[in-house]
Structure formats: structure tokens, C-alpha cells
């Protein structure tokens, strides 16, 4: 039988196992461990936060490329090579300029430009010339003689002639058949039923976005339409100005011979005859000299023949 006191301490382990700490009953308490609270709400809420700006991007960002294709829509002309140059910067007419491009579409230029009121050239023009046409919304057209026929030619003149803020010329040496310039912007294509040829001339023909001097007419007296400035097809020689501007001279951005086509406080009206050079009065009207003999602050005298007037009553009377 088992001893008294055997049984006392079999009774003191029993008691000391059910008060001892255990894994499975929470240590001394005999509690399960207390659960971490998570934020749920805090989460929901930066996931909807998330969520709304991903869907504003998703929807502004688009938007964003819409407008830039709506202010240079050429952009997303295949072939279109697209260039930065800095504007008004002027040359004399017996300087050159060392483009890094041809033909040119920007950079330095003559401080006149090539009149491009829809002005088809039978001769190859100065390139500084037609460079300042295009600093006012111009699109220059150019061909390469050697490498087009005369349908190609006169499929391009139907674009040019009598249309505003537009010019053509031929164009020696020029690498491909057809080349269109606008300020920063050209496309060289082969055919003449290239679909681009038209889009070209459409999205940057003066576009306000695209070229430096908006406003600026295309109206030149002063320029030979008939027998204009040559074009010059040797190097430019170590004296040319260069595309970082140095040699050429800053020219005003509201000039008003720019603004008046050429005459100051004219405004430059393309397609209306007989306004471009306003050397005199239309057809018809006779031109009436000023008297040049009259004393200063004296009237001419009346022909011997004229109807005496009545007398005026002296106001108040």
C-alpha cells in the first residue's frame, strides 16, 4: 500500500501542474493571446484614395495628349523631322548662313522675307529669304528640277498659287524629288500624291503653336517676285553666320514693317489685289497731286468762273 506520504506529494504535483504556465492556456491567466487590432478602415480608405488616382490619370492623361495633337497635329505625321531654332535673328542681304539643314527650316535669315502670298517661283530663291517666310506661318514647297516632271510640278503649283502664307520654288541638288518646309518642321517625300503632303501643309500653315512671329505678314513689296535674290548652291565659306546666331543682329518680334507687309502701319492684306504693293490707286481713280504752290496757311483762289456763295450767318445770329 502506498505510504501517506506518497499520497501528500502525489496531491502537491497534481496541485503545482495545474497551476504552472502553459502554452496552450494563455500563460498564467490561462487566456488565448490577445488578437492586434488592424485598421481596416484606414486601409479601405488609401485604397480608394489609390484608386481614384489612378482612374484621374487614366482620364486626364489622354486628355493632355488630345491637346498636344490639337496644337501640332503634325507631330504624328510620319517622316516629319522636327527641329527648335531661336527666332529673329538677322543677316544682311549679303550674308550667308551656314545651315545645318536642306532645304532650311529655321535659323538665322535675311531681314527680308520671300513674299508668300501664294507665290510660285520659276527660279531657285535665296534660302535666308525663304527662311524668314516661314518665321511668319509660311509653308515653303521645294522640288528638285532634275528628279520631278511636269504634271508633278504643276500638281504642286495648284497648291501653292494664290493660297496664302504659301510659297514654291525649285531647289537644286535637293536629296529627294519633293521637300516641304514649315519654321522647324520638314517632310521630304517621292510622289507627289503623297497624302502627307496635304496634311503637312494643313497642320502648320499658320499654326499659332508651331512658328515665332504670329501675325506677321506675308506681303513683301520690297521683295522681286519676278527676278527675286538667288540661290547660292556653294559652301557658305568660313565667314557665314553659324546657327548659334553670332554675326546676325536680334530683330523685333513687333516690327511694324513685319505687321504692315512691309510698310509701317499697313496692315498686310494676302489675296486682295492690288493692296500688296500699294504704289498707287486702283485702276480708274485718278491720281490727284496736292498743290505744291500754294503759300502755307492760304487757301488756292477760286477759278474766275466760279458761283459767288451765299453769306453764313455768324452763329447765334
Known sequence: MPS???????????????SSTSPWKGGKSGKLPTKRNIPWPTIGAAVVIIAL???LAAYLVPKYHAQEELKNPSAYIDGVVKKDYPAGQHVSSTQRVAY???PAFGGPHDSSWAACTGVVYDKAIRTENAVHSLEHGAVWITYNPERVDAGTIDTLKQKVDGQPYMLMSPH???DKPISLQAWGHQLKVDKVD????DRFIK??????NTYPEVGASCANPTFDTVNPPAFDPTPPGPGAVGMDGKGATQGSMTDPTELGGGLPGIPGLEGLSGLEGLSGLPEGVPNIPAPTDAPA?????????????????????
Not at 497642320?203 to 499659332?208: A, M, S, Y
Open 4 to 18: 501517506r506520504t506518497s499520497a501528500k506529494s502525489a496531491k502537491a504535483i497534481k496541485a503545482a501542474s495545474k
Open 172 to 174: 537644286p541638288g535637293l
Open 194 to 197: 503623297d497624302a502627307r503632303i
Open 100 to 102: 545645318d539643314q536642306t
Open 297 to 317: 496757311g492760304e487757301q488756292p483762289a477760286a477759278p474766275e468762273d466760279a458761283q459767288p456763295q451765299p453769306e453764313q450767318p455768324a452763329p447765334g445770329q
Open 53 to 55: 488616382v489612378g482612374a
Open 203 to 208: 497642320d502648320l500653315r499658320l499654326n499659332e
